[in-house]
């Protein structure tokens, strides 16, 4: 089982984390402003903020299996669409089915890690989970400069792949072939979770999905509230950063968006990936909230380097934000859990309709970018910080990540 949930984190994120490499292309294809294709980023994260609580009722309903293999099937639809009928209108559509498909199998498979792995080392596995997800997100930026120069530059020799996909892609928008690619993964992922055995996830008391009464009950609750908003800043600074990272380059120091641009977001998440592996080790050696403070005043100062810097400090800058934002989700999400003593199940729906921030924090770049330029527009992601950071003060859970300094106290 928690094979199939890091292999689901690996496809999520490789369906997920393109956009921000497409966005000069799209705007120059479909003639967009900062603001308009600031849009699509929110179609796909908006679909979060509808789809997490039903998709925990849902699940709660129908069980796990069911769920993913909807889930993925809803991907497949967004995926084909946009690859069917390119337009600006049909990519607002597929986004949407896509980030829909993403947030159902989401709200399923973080409890499972949790309950899997126990809940004091939650924090430990979901890091993990993190270094999965970030080499997806690595590998997508460069399948697409892949995909799309060699679209260009088809020949007689090319090989099966590059063939193939020349017969069904335009040539006036290459970079349509990640979405026949994505809709055949989707395909894939179906047939794996169908011949898989899921048993149903007997959770105890506090960790079902409660009805309307157990989530107004929640969202009563300050610390809920709290933890929500942290999700918030964090999904919108990661994707605040990342989706304008390539518009950034090219804009400011002029760099091509298909080669520097596209490997300069690739390493944002590989740099993402190192930083889920140094994360591992510090969550076994110090206490979460230092390793969270500690991160995000650095993510501060790699941030105003890229903003201000030259050139070549931005192409190195942006992805460091990445390596020191690799701890933050894991963290901010055992923490909240950790920090309330029922009903984790429907606390987690609530959690993961955080990722709205997602949709939220470009648009706003966006807005304030064609209205000040990109760079003033990007300063509001130190507004996400500065909260993030006060999650290391404030936090107080009820159960502490293990380190091995309070093994050794618990022994003696």
Request: with cysteine.
């Amino acid at each position: 089982m928690v094979g199939l949930i890091f292999l689901t984190f690996f496809v999520i994120s490789f369906l997920t984390n393109i956009i921000g490499p497409l966005v000069p292309e799209i705007i120059d294809d479909f003639d967009l402003s900062l603001t308009m294709v600031a849009v699509l980023p929110l179609s796909f994260f908006i679909a979060y903020g509808v789809m997490s609580i039903p998709a925990g009722l849902l699940i709660e309903r129908f069980s796990e299996k069911p769920i993913m293999i909807a889930a993925f099937i809803i991907a497949f639809m967004g995926s084909s669409t946009l690859a069917l009928f390119p337009s600006y209108l049909t990519a607002i559509c597929s986004l949407f089915l896509i980030g829909s498909g993403m947030a159902m199998l989401q709200v399923a498979i973080y409890p499972l890690l949790r309950e899997a792995g126990g809940e004091e080392h939650y924090a430990f596995n979901a890091t993990i989970a993190q270094l999965v997800f970030g080499a997806a997100s690595f590998l997508s930026p460069l399948v697409y400069s892949y995909l799309v120069l060699n679209l260009e530059n088809r020949t007689a020799d090319s090989n099966l792949l590059i063939t193939t996909l020349s017969r069904v892609v335009p040539e006036s928008v290459p970079w349509i072939s990640l979405y026949w690619l994505f809709a055949v993964i989707a395909l894939l992922m179906i047939g794996v979770v169908v011949v898989s055995r899921i048993p149903k996830v007997e959770r105890k008391a506090d960790e079902q999905v409660g009805g309307f009464t157990t989530h107004l009950g929640l969202i009563r609750n300050p610390i809920v509230i709290l933890f929500f908003l942290g999700i918030f800043t964090y999904v919108g600074l990661e994707q605040g950063v990342y989706n304008w990272i390539s518009q950034f380059l090219n804009t400011y120091h002029g760099y091509e968006p298909r080669t520097i641009g596209a490997h300069a977001a690739s390493q944002f998440w590989g740099f993402m990936t190192i930083g889920s592996i140094a994360g591992v080790v510090l969550l076994k050696l110090v206490d979460s909230k230092v390793v969270l403070v500690t991160f995000t005043a650095a993510a501060i100062i790699s941030l105003t380097a890229a903003l201000f810097g030259p050139g070549p400090v931005a192409r190195i800058a942006f992805p460091l934000v990445g390596f020191f934002a690799a701890v933050m989700y894991p963290v901010i999400f055992s923490l909240a859990l950790n920090s309330v003593a029922e009903h984790h199940g429907s606390f987690a729906g609530i959690l993961i309709t955080g990722i709205i921030g997602g949709a939220i924090v470009p648009f706003i770049v966006g807005k304030l970018g064609d209205a000040f330029g990109l760079r003033t527009g990007m300063l509001s992601l130190y507004l996400a910080l500065g909260y993030i950071l006060s999650i290391g003060f404030w936090a107080k859970p009820l159960i502490r990540n293990v380190t091995i300094q309070l093994r050794k106290k618990e022994a003696a």
